[in-house]
């Protein structure tokens, strides 16, 4: 079984909606970082997380680490089509900072 | 952020050669790099961790004679594909660390798409 689960797999909303992902793992989050990823590119660092309760902000990003250090939640507020992408989480979940497991990834499609 | 190059971008060759991908971290040092493998529509599959000045550590079930590591300097590392088959055929995408007052930041390259014919 996947060791980090990604909801939903995809997601279509409309330019201006909110929306909220999630990534949610049965071990706990050492670290837990957010990419962007274009089909066919390489991964855009969007934040890293890495205490319980833990909030960070870039530009109409949220990210938060819940208090339990087991799941994670990015918000969009006020989509744009350059939302658009794959959202990937990645997460340290043996605390020793070696490497980073994946989730499948969430596909956000933005309807102008 | 911090800024991780890949080159070639894309490369197509036959079945039977080699095949090398550099990976270079532009504006740090990264002590530590990764090599990913990423199937259509699929997660990344971590291959194998390098580290400067040392032997790389492959995942279970990556061939280490076949994919070959070399983290030369701190801020270059390659993946030579070795006798590669189409079976190989794959995105494959480099990451590098980077520290950040006691805590890693992972950054990665615009990956390298591998076609064998």
């Known amino acids: 079984s996947q060791e980090l689960e990604q909801s939903p797999q995809s997601l279509i909303v409309q330019e201006g909606k909110n929306l909220t992902i999630n990534c949610t793992s049965s071990?706990?989050?050492?670290?837990l970082y957010w990419y962007k990823q274009k089909y066919g590119e390489g991964l855009i660092f969007l934040m890293m997380l890495q205490k319980g309760g833990e909030e960070k902000s870039h530009e109409k990003i949220t990210a938060k680490l819940d208090e339990k250090k087991q799941q994670s939640s990015l918000h969009i507020t006020a989509s744009q089509p350059s939302h658009a992408g794959i959202y990937l989480c990645g997460a340290d979940l043996s605390g020793a900072n070696s490497k980073l497991t994946f989730g499948k990834g969430i596909t956000l499609s933005v309807r102008p | 952020g911090a800024v991780v190059s890949q080159h070639p971008s894309w490369v197509i060759c036959k079945s039977g050669t080699s095949v090398k991908i550099e990976c270079r971290s532009l504006d740090f040092q990264a002590t530590t790099m990764f090599w990913y493998r990423q199937f259509p529509k699929q997660s990344l599959m971590l291959m194998a961790t390098?580290?400067?000045?040392?032997?790389?550590?492959?995942e279970q079930g990556v061939e280490k004679d076949k994919f070959l590591i070399n983290h030369a300097s701190l801020t270059l590392s390659t993946l030579t594909v070795t006798s590669a088959h189409p079976e190989d055929s794959s995105f494959y995408i480099c990451s590098a660390r980077y520290s950040a007052g006691g805590y890693y930041e992972q950054y990665f390259g615009p990956g390298t798409r591998l076609t064998v014919t």
């Open positions: 390098s580290n400067e000045g040392s032997k790389a550590t492959y």
């Open positions: 071990k706990t989050l050492y670290g």
